[in-house]
């Protein structure tokens, strides 16, 4: 599954930092179950790419899956390899930016200054990941909003819970990358299920407002 259609049908995208490949699916299924379609294992979880094709073989064309912390070109190609569909940095990095859209992925560079924005649009990137998050709040992704191009979606990923969600979107961001407030190594598949239907549940009552 694209992640444009992920994203429309839920804008949270689970980040399951530490999980165990073992326990990939069985996490997955709780997070689908709850109505999140979009997931991403980060490169530094214990054997990140067999959590990767475990659950791209899984849910294929009924999650968006791909991997965080990518942080090289060969890093990329190892993901696709694998079957993943999108690659999440923390940074901008222009190289890998490349090598994800030559290889068909869709790339989510890091970014906290508009020159880093606008270096990873240069480079192709059309889904911007404001990160930390928290760290540089609501305010400064509302005054980025207004120069950056109409086409580039926001993500606002780090210290981002539920209960941010409406000052996140009120600022402009049009997707939101939750992972502690979500999943948390060796939690059970009972409370990812519990975390994600709130999570999911959050995200609908915006709607619900609107």
């Known amino acids: 599954m694209k992640l444009e259609p992920a994203l429309a049908a839920c804008p949270i995208v689970a980040i399951l ?5 073992h326990e990939a699916v069985a996490h997955a ?17 214990p054997h990140p790419l067999e959590s990767v094709a475990a659950i ?11 991997a965080g912390t ?9 993901v696709a390899d ?32 508009a020159t880093e924005a606008f270096t990873a649009y240069a480079a192709g990137a059309r889904r ?9 709040g609501v305010g400064h992704l509302g005054l980025l909003k207004a120069v950056l191009p109409s086409d580039a979606e926001v993500w606002a990923v780090g210290g981002v819970g539920p209960s941010d969600l409406s000052r996140w979107r009120d600022a402009g961001a049009r997707a939101f990358g939750l992972g502690g407030e979500l999943y948390r190594p060796g939690q059970q598949t009972a409370r990812t299920a519990e975390t994600a239907a709130r ?12």
């Open 29 to 45: 299924a709780a997070l689908f179950g709850a109505g999140i379609r979009a997931l991403e294992v980060p490169l530094n979880s």
């Open 199 to 210: 999570a999911v549940a959050a995200f609908r009552g915006l709607d619900a407002r609107a």
């Open 82 to 113: 694998v079957g993943g569909g999108f690659v999440v940095s923390p940074n901008t990095e222009a190289a890998v930016i490349r090598a994800a859209l030559a290889r068909g992925l869709e790339p989510v560079p890091g970014f906290a200054t």
């Open 128 to 136: 911007l990941k404001l990160f930390p998050a928290a760290s540089y």
């Open 70 to 78: 990518v942080l090289t070109a060969d890093q990329v190609e190892a």
């Open 56 to 66: 791209a073989a899984e849910f294929a064309g009924r999650m968006a899956v791909g």
């Open 17 to 21: 930092r530490g999980i165990q490949p």
